[in-house]
């Protein structure tokens, strides 16, 4: 049975009690990892890549600039100042803004299309997820090549190495990795911020690319080369959704903190070191301005830093990918996939193993396909811009609907996001012919596996409710005619209306009903967690017979048998011994109902097939449930 949305309840976020700083080292671990890790590539890309720089003063200091004021304008303004304001009970990403959003304008004649376009930066999530540990990963060791040349035929094979390690490991969990993340983060960015703040020393005018006019004069005296460029400038801010993504783990003030006195100052005073390498060097720098930052002799621990670094990042995000299935699982998006909790202490600490190894695979297929970092930031990128694009619309909702922000504050705001995000995502769609078709058509692909999933299903509970027999009138007909027996039967059912097919089965069958009947629905709402208080709602309907909704957060991990053990309002305690668990499986056919193309019913009727099973879901006990089989028309 799967869980269906809901837009009631209240959720309570379960924050840790750990003081500002060393949550604030935790997020400079998981958060900024790959952000963190631009520097090793986003600088060299933007002079050597696909679209050559000149490495004159002006181009230098204009990409200086725009670097900079990406990170102040994205970073810093749009999303620690303002969209980390737009948190739903403490989470932060664009499945939870959705769901903020959605339960304001689901009524709204527009709502759908927001519902699209929240789905399409999940969708997108999940190719840039791809790419990362790719190009974090193969960036990293290419260092190898710089520190000592001979050994440059060995990148692909150490990137591939530690991409199926980091792959595997997943199964086993990352807390006791995870307690190393946030050190060697800061050993990270303080080495970064160290060799970067010795350049500046011997160059030290490139501080005056801080000044915006440097940016401008780029854009005025060479527009087309600036605007291509900005496809490579902003590889400096990809990782700035996973700052509101990961504020349910950390908070928003840790993660605040963690970027203003630590991330910013040591990438800015990096990427000036690397534009300070290059004014004094020129072309021979531009072969990796950011290992070339360190003397000969510290290049290889410098390599082995950045890689451990780019591990982390890999880490965060596949992690990420993780937490957005779990939600987009309970929020009705995807099929029940099995999960496993790798941490006892830590709910949030999961492993899907489906997704873990689709997303090896794809990472593999990637650094096989592309070779070097250098091909692979030509894919990089675009998912990011897209997604930034999408967080864009949803704020507006945000901005006039929930928060009710005059005109006059709120146009101007908006206006300067959607040119900054928007010129970033148009000038990174000239990348599609070299690369950038492949995030995109990963996100068409899990665009359209998402809202498949979603229709069909409230296609299949629609169908299921027009069918359903009312009740009050079952009741009053079968109460007193069949036979009772001892014993609790709870029935699973997606719709709280009706009587469910399995109730029905087991009676045509069967020819008994259990002394008491719960007709058991589970709810998602739409914020994150819900009060322990405000999970059941109970209903005696007669004759035995009582209906109970139970509710969960999109971040809440479902658990019939332990909510059952809380219920006492409903007659004897339940006991397991005492207690049968009754499931509907449905076997979809072909139909004439005009609901969806039939490929898409296809589709449908695969994922439905092969989904987790309801029994693991809940949790519920193997050796009480009876699963009992129908056929329906969708």
Known sequence: MPAAPDSVGVGLHPHRKDGVAKLALGAIGIVFGDIGTSPIYAFRETFAGHHKLPLDAVHIMGVVSLIFWSMMIVVTFKYVTIIMRADNKGEGGSLALLALVNGRTKNKRWSRGIVLLGVFATALFYGDSMITPAVSVLSAVEGVAIASPGLGKLVLPLAMAIIIALFSIQRSGTARVGLFFGPVMLLYFAVIATLGLISIVHTPQILWAFSPHYALEFFALDPARAFLALGSVVLAVTGAEALYADMGHFGRNPIRVSWLFVV???????????????????????????????????????????????????????????????????????????????????????????????????????????????????????????????????????????????????????????????????????????????????????????????????????????????????????????????????????????????????????????????????????????????????????????????????????????????????????????????????????????????????????????????????????????????????
């Open 264 to 634: 910013l100052p040591a990438l800015m005073l990096n990427y000036m070191g690397q534009g300070a390498l290059l004014s004094r060097l020129g072309t021979p720098a531009l072969e990796s301005p950011f290992y070339l930052l360190a003397s000969e002799h510290f290049r290889l621990p410098l390599v082995a830093l950045a890689t451990a670094a780019a591990v982390i990042a890999s880490q965060a995000v596949i992690s990420g990918a993780f937490s957005v299935t779990q939600q987009a699982i309970q929020l009705g998006f995807v099929p029940r996939l099995r999960i496993e909790h790798t941490s006892a202490a830590t709910a949030g600490q999961i492993y899907i193993p489906l997704v873990n190894w689709l997303l090896g695979v794809m990472v593999i297929l990637l650094v096989i396909f592309f070779r070097t970092s250098s091909n692979l930031t030509s894919a990089y990128g675009i998912a990011v811009t897209g997604a930034m694009l999408i967080d864009t619309c949803l704020l507006t909702i945000v901005l006039f609907r929930l928060w009710n922000w005059p005109v006059y504050r709120s146009v101007p705001l908006l206006a300067l996001f959607f040119i900054v995000d928007g010129a970033y995502f148009t000038a990174n769609l000239t990348k599609v012919p070299s690369g950038g078709w492949f995030p995109l058509l990963v996100g068409f692909i899990i665009f359209t596996i998402l809202t498949t999933w979603s229709k069909g299903r409230q296609l299949m509970i629609d169908r299921m409710r027009e069918s359903a027999m009312p009740i009050k009138i079952f009741i009053q007909s079968a109460a007193t005619s069949a036979t009772r027996v001892p014993g609790t039967a709870v029935f699973m059912t997606a719709s709280p209306e009706g009587v469910p097919h399995a109730l029905l089965h087991n009676l045509k069958h069967n020819k008994v009903l259990h002394e008491r009947i719960i007709l058991l629905t589970v709810k998602i709402a739409d914020v994150p967690y819900i009060a322990e208080g405000e999970r059941c709602s109970l209903e005696d309907l007669g004759a035995g017979f009582h209906r109970m909704v139970l509710r969960y957060g999109f971040i809440d991990e479902p658990d019939v048998p332990l909510a059952l053990a809380n219920v006492h309002r409903c007659g004897a305690d339940f006991r397991m011994i005492d207690t049968s668990f009754f499931l509907a499986r449905q076997t979809l056919l072909p139909s004439s109902h005009p609901g969806m193309m039939i490929w898409r019913e296809k589709l449908f009727a695969w994922m439905l097939r092969n989904a987790e099973s309801a029994m693991e879901f809940f949790r519920l006990p193997t050796n009480r449930v009876v699963e009992l089989g129908s056929q329906l028309e969708i």
